[in-house]
């Protein structure tokens, strides 16, 4: 049986419900949200109580919600995500038996320095990058800003708004289509993503594709995420102007409903094929690049 724990209005666990669904597999859900309130008691001995029901699932999949507090504006609802989400992942983790993504990492996003560096290690293409507080524009290359941490839009340094007073990377701006690739342990995805926009998530104004994954970038990122212990992530690519995939980051929690979307629902069943039996090759034909497209404002974020 399949646990499925996070938030009612995370688009991303409601498609990947809707694929357990109809693929007819045993499941359980925790969802929280505006209206969903469950009792959970989880003892040191593992077990798990749902509603006043012991449950014994064999794999889980949970996510940090982050829709609820974005809907409410809540300081509670933040510390609610945060303490649903580290309990069943602490149960899951605790839990030799049961089949859970990115064991071996360690529950959330890697840092992203750090990401970089390792990156440039294992040989795949970085972009000339600094961390600084005092950044000074270079006229002759057109450069971005964005926070070390993640979490807000990246921004053209030249003509940007006031400097943040902590430490940002800069880097030089880089060109489209940005490639998305995701993997689900021996399974890769890539998508193409095109938008008018410096960051497509200010407007979500984006248009997405199925693409074919290099070759020349397949082995190296499956070794990164090796090395962080994640076998399921998206990791985000952009040109340079000579053409070479640059790497950007990789993302242990990323959204990804819109992308299965464009896959025909391949994302999801390769995870549900995971959580079913530890292998991600999905059952029937994979869609083939240019097959499946969504574009312009897609209901499901795609940060």
């Known amino acids: 049986m399949i646990l499925v724990a996070g938030g009612q209005l995370d688009p991303n666990i409601g498609a990947l419900l809707r694929r357990i669904v109809q693929r007819n597999a045993p499941f359980r859900d925790i969802l929280v949200g505006p209206d969903l309130r469950p009792r959970l008691r989880i003892e040191l001995d593992g077990e798990l109580r ?37 309990a069943v992942r602490g149960w899951a983790s605790s839990q030799p038996d049961v089949r859970l993504l990115n064991r071996r990492g360690r529950g959330a996003d890697p840092n992203k320095y750090d990401n970089l560096v390792r990156a440039v290690r294992l040989g795949l293409p970085v972009p000339p990058t600094v961390v600084v507080t005092d950044p000074r524009p270079d006229p002759a290359l057109p450069q971005i800003r964005k926070p070390v941490a993640g979490g807000e839009l990246t921004e053209a340094l030249d003509g940007a708004g006031p400097f943040p007073a902590y430490p940002v990377f800069v880097q030089p701006k880089l060109n489209r289509p940005e490639m998305r ?39 190296r990122l499956v070794a990164l995420c090796e090395e962080l212990g994640l076998d399921f992530a998206a990791a985000d690519f952009m040109r340079d102007d000579e053409g070479e995939w640059r790497f950007l980051e990789v993302n242990s929690q990323p ?25 991600a090759r999905a059952p029937g034909p994979a869609p083939t690049p240019g097959d499946t497209e969504a574009s312009a404002r897609l209901a499901s974020p795609i940060a």
């Open 255 to 279: 959204m990804f409903a819109a992308f299965d979307q464009v896959a025909s629902g391949r994302l999801c069943d390769a995870m549900v094929s995971w959580l079913i039996s530890g292998t």
């Open 181 to 219: 690739i995701y993997r689900v342990a021996d399974t890769l995805f890539g998508f193409a993503l095109e938008s008018p926009d410096l960051d497509y998530r200010q407007a979500q104004r984006v248009r997405l594709s199925l693409c074919e994954v290099p070759a020349l970038l397949s082995d």
């Open 50 to 86: 749902l509603n006043d029901e012991i449950i014994r699932p064999t794999s889980c999949f949970v996510r940090h919600d982050v829709f609820l507090p974005q809907k409410t504006k809540l300081q509670e609802d933040q510390r609610a995500a945060l303490n649903w989400y580290q």
